[in-house]
């Protein structure tokens, strides 16, 4: 699996979209049940530290099934222009059923083929997505590329907490409880068996905001949830 999954870039897209596209139809159950609906409060965290006037423009990265896209109206208001960008159209499908009527615009897109000028953003925002992208320094210069002077670039990604007790418990259900309740709701182990090793795969938390300060980005700073299950990164286009 890791090596398929997590060092063959040219292979990762297909793999990954066709990953996404067939556990779409439960992803959002799986999400609330294997985190506990952490992944809620995760989300809501993101947006809450999200600093844009009340009529910026904000672009969400991998935006699955629209849940970000959804908490920015819910916290920021209706006159923020949100875009949703992801490449696998069975994600969308749920999403477009799901943003009816909020104003949110979706479209078709990897995250290094943005079709988008730029300094367009004020705020873009990845959330569970930047761990599935072998190229993170490219991607993350593509972002800053999108923002607007003084635009913020916000990341939310799975971790592993620090060593010790909850480590134990936390690989284990990761690695062996996790999988098999995926499987048994979405018929894919092998997509619930990725989800282990690209979170076990992902820099730690100093070098993954290294890699946000060397593609741009200044007041880099990050921030642990849920006993450090999640991480929250935050940068700023200078």
């Not at 999200?50 to 109206?73: H, N, R």
């Not at 222009?81 to 059923?97: C, E, H, V, Y």
Request: a positive charge; one cysteine or more.
């Amino acid at each position: 699996m890791q090596k398929t999954g997590l060092s063959m870039n040219k292979m990762e897209l297909p793999f990954i979209r066709e990953m996404f596209d067939a556990i779409s139809p439960k992803y959002d159950l799986l999400n609330r049940l294997l985190s506990l609906r952490q992944d809620v409060c995760w989300r809501r965290e993101m947006v809450r530290a999200m600093q844009i006037s009340d009529k910026g423009m904000v672009l969400d990265v991998a935006c699955g099934t629209g849940d970000v896209a959804l908490e920015i109206v819910r916290q920021k208001g209706s006159g923020v222009t949100i875009f949703g960008a992801d490449f696998s159209p069975g994600m969308l499908r749920l999403a477009k059923n799901k943003i009816r009527h909020s104003g949110i615009h979706l479209l078709v897109a990897n995250a290094f083929h943005l079709p988008f000028r730029a300094e367009t953003f004020d705020a873009v925002t990845i959330a569970f997505g930047i761990r599935n992208i072998a190229d993170k320094l490219s991607v993350l210069k593509a972002f800053h590329e999108h923002l607007k002077p003084g635009g913020m670039l916000l990341v939310l990604e799975l971790a592993t907490p620090p060593k010790g007790m909850l480590l134990s418990l936390y690989l284990f259900y990761f690695k062996k409880i996790l999988p098999m309740i995926g499987w048994f709701f979405s018929k894919n182990l092998m997509a619930y068996k990725y989800l282990p090793a690209s979170v076990m795969n992902f820099p730690q938390a100093p070098v993954f905001a290294g890699l946000i300060r060397a593609a741009g980005f200044s007041d880099v700073r990050w921030r642990c949830l849920t006993f450090g299950i999640a991480t929250l990164y935050a940068g700023r286009k200078m």
